[in-house]
């Protein structure tokens, strides 16, 4: 079964950063898209951002853009995501996902998610 663990959440100030990161077991690692889809309340899930694992090509939201950096580490079936400069914006419940072929925006599992809260 495919399982996608988040973790690294937390409380944190306006301009902090936190680094989240997401184990991924059941699932081609090599040849899936990783990413992170986030959800505010009373908002709907926007994508975060995405990585295709094999090449390491990223894509971004708009809005985290040269904030927020997506890797990840093959050997370990990790998924990171490094985020910089944050703001209350940023407040979300953070899931890793998975997705393959060319599914950029649609993945199809997802992690139970972790709290980013950004409050002064």
């Known amino acids: 079964q495919v399982q996608l663990v988040e973790s690294g959440g937390g409380l944190v100030q306006p301009g902090d950063s936190l680094r989240l990161s997401c184990e991924a077991s059941g699932l081609d690692f090599s040849t899936a898209i990783m990413g992170w889809f986030r959800q505010a309340p009373g908002k709907e899930r926007e994508f975060v951002a995405a990585?295709?694992?094999?090449?390491?090509?990223?894509r971004y939201a708009d809005s985290v853009k040269g904030r927020f950096t997506i890797s990840r580490d093959s050997a370990k079936n990790t998924e990171y995501l490094q985020m910089n400069s944050l703001t209350v914006e940023d407040t979300a419940v953070y899931y890793c996902?998975?997705?393959?072929?060319?599914?950029?925006?649609?993945?199809?599992?997802w992690g139970q998610g972790t709290q980013v809260t950004v409050s002064s």
């Open positions: 990585i295709r694992t094999n090449f390491g090509t990223t």
């Open positions: 996902t998975a997705s393959f072929r060319d599914k950029w925006y649609e993945p199809v599992h």
